[in-house]
């Protein structure tokens, strides 16, 4: 088991800058979610899919969205970046009920 | 509003010690709450469930509805248990969790 894969491992972008972040959920797992991890707090909900349907989304402005493919892989896509969004984006996926969610290693996300 | 309060941002402990990282959590229904752990270079990785009541690595947490808490405790600690450590809330309608900002653990040797 491959575990949740995400790509690319470090990124740096210019601000005004669109970006594009992949996360492949563990075999047999519906659900995925993103974070956003900025340095000294915790994950901060962005948004959850489930069966390729938008389920919740956290307070983030319009420039970030994302989508689930049959697959049930991820795209988290950042139009317009800012030097605030520089930080670790998190994917995770869980099967459902309360079982956790289990995290990928993270997209680091530099913007200059 | 649903919260997780993590009071401490350092605990440093030496081998063998107790130790107890703090997680308080504001919930208006049945709270289902979470203990992950993050050690240097690594992801973040489940370590309890309070609906499972298990040990793992020796940390045990108990659900404490009249205090709405959820403390990690271990009776001895180790070297290898220097990491973060984030207590979370499943957040409900949404499917989301709610992270605590963490406290970094350093045991001594």
């Known amino acids: 088991d491959a575990g949740v894969t995400q790509s690319p491992t470090h990124l740096i972008k210019t601000r005004g800058q669109q970006v594009t972040l992949r996360c492949s959920p563990i075999?047999?797992?519906?659900?995925v979610s993103w974070y956003q991890q900025v340095l000294g707090q915790g994950p901060q909900f962005i948004f959850q899919?489930?069966?390729?349907?938008?389920?919740g989304r956290g307070n983030f402005p319009d420039r970030f969205s994302a989508r689930q493919f049959p697959n049930y892989s991820s795209e988290l896509n950042v139009n317009a970046l800012l030097l605030g969004d520089s930080a670790l984006y998190l994917c995770?996926?869980?099967?459902?009920?309360?079982?956790?969610?289990?995290f990928g290693s993270g997209t680091r996300l530099t913007v200059v | 509003a649903q919260r997780v309060t993590q009071p401490e941002k350092l605990l440093s402990v030496f081998k063998g010690a107790p130790v107890e990282l703090k997680c308080n959590y504001s919930?208006?229904?049945?709270?289902?709450l979470f203990w992950y752990v993050q050690y240097s270079r690594q992801r973040l990785q489940l370590l309890l469930r309070?609906?499972s009541r298990e040990s793992i690595k020796g940390f045990t947490a108990d659900l404490n509805k009249g205090e709405t808490s959820f403390h990690l405790k271990k009776p001895f600690a180790q070297e290898e248990d220097s990491a973060m450590y984030y207590c979370?809330?499943?957040?409900?309608?949404?499917?989301?969790?709610?992270f605590g900002k963490g406290t970094k653990l350093s045991v001594k040797p």
């Open positions: 995770a996926s869980r099967t459902g009920g309360n079982y956790g969610y289990t």
């Open positions: 075999s047999g797992h519906k659900s």
């Open positions: 899919y489930y069966e390729k349907e938008e389920r």
């Open positions: 919930y208006s229904g049945s709270p289902e």
């Open positions: 309070h609906i």
């Open positions: 979370a809330l499943y957040g409900g309608s949404q499917g989301n969790l709610i």
